[in-house]
């Protein structure tokens, strides 16, 4: 079936460095790709999503790229904050399935100050 | 806008009861959503789709029996665990699609769910 890989699953970075994570996606009609943040016991966040027919997407510090012809996306992160430490998701629509969402693994950021 | 609540926001359970978790579009009408389950430390993993009106389509793996899902409202639906036993213990997440065609899920507050 279709599924959504994500790498690594855990990082940890300094404050002020960059972080980035990596999703790739197997079903090539995928056209919405969504990032989330979650907290711990709280509902994951849309902090930035990208459709097929863009390459990037930036807001203030959080960018995402997509190469559909490699079927893999990812964000990037710049000026990492101790805010910005949480759980990372990436996730990819199969087909034209009426907005399913497939998940990928999830990546544990951490920023240290 | 497109507002979802979930209620409750956690239950503890005996095992062999059933529990009831709802799921409201509080600002919009929402003609599908999705109920997720989270394992702690791990990611969230689809279990159902709920269509407004007509039965819910399950995962691969997912016992509809056990996980009855209705969806009787453009503004609820409902996932009841029947029979509830340890394992089913975990975070139940519900989605709805916004009311504008952007692709983006809205999600509830989640649900934590502990079975004795």
């Known amino acids: 079936g279709e599924n959504v890989e994500q790498h690594p699953s855990t990082l940890s970075v300094q404050e002020g460095d960059s972080a980035v994570i990596k999703c790739t996606y197997s079903?090539?009609?995928?056209?919405?790709f969504p990032w989330y943040k979650q907290e711990l016991g709280k509902r994951p966040q849309l902090i930035i999503d990208i459709r097929s027919n863009v390459g990037e997407k930036k807001d203030q510090r959080i960018a995402v790229t997509l190469n559909k012809t490699a079927k893999h996306f990812s964000l990037h992160i710049t000026e990492t904050q101790p805010e910005d430490s949480a759980v990372y998701f990436c996730a990819a629509t199969i087909g034209n399935q009426g907005g399913k969402l497939i998940f990928g693994q999830g990546t544990e950021l951490s920023v240290k100050p | 806008g497109a507002v979802v609540s979930q209620h409750p926001s956690w239950v503890i359970c005996k095992s062999g009861t059933s529990v009831k978790i709802e799921c409201r579009s509080l600002?919009?009408?929402?003609?599908?959503m999705f109920w997720y389950r989270q394992f702690p430390k791990q990611s969230l993993m689809l279990m159902a789709t709920s269509n407004e009106g007509s039965k819910a389509t399950y995962e691969q793996g997912v016992e509809k029996d056990k996980f009855l899902i209705n969806h009787a409202s453009l503004t609820l639906s409902t996932l009841t665990v029947t029979s509830a036993h340890p394992e089913d213990s975990s975070f139940y997440i519900c989605?709805?699609?916004?009311?504008?065609?952007?692709?983006?899920?809205?999600f509830g507050e989640g649900s934590r769910l502990t079975v004795l």
């Open positions: 989605s709805a699609k916004g009311p504008t065609n952007t692709g983006e899920l809205f």
């Open positions: 600002d919009f009408q929402a003609t599908t």
């Open positions: 079903d090539s009609a995928s056209n919405y």
